[in-house]
């Protein structure tokens, strides 16, 4: 599976575009240059871009999960 199709570099744009909520996982912000990820979490409205370590690629649904969540998922 071809993982790079979730990731990203954090452009000016993408950089003005994330930082009025911040990263849902973690809840800071993003800055310029780094790798975000498209993922599920515990929050509302689906898949969002969170800081690529903060995530878990699930080989079984082939998506990025949010650490936490992927965690709890493992423990049940």
Known sequence: MDK????MMIDL???????AEGCPACGGKFTLG???VL??????????Y???NEA????????????????AGRSR
Do not use: M
């Open 4 to 7: 790079s199709r979730f990731k």
């Open 13 to 19: 744009q993408k950089l003005n575009e994330l930082n």
């Open 34 to 36: 780094e790798t975000v």
């Open 39 to 48: 993922a599920c979490g515990a929050w509302e409205g689906g898949a969002r």
């Open 50 to 52: 969170i800081h690529e």
């Open 56 to 71: 878990v690629f699930d080989e079984k649904t082939s998506t990025y999960v949010e650490r936490r969540c992927y965690e």
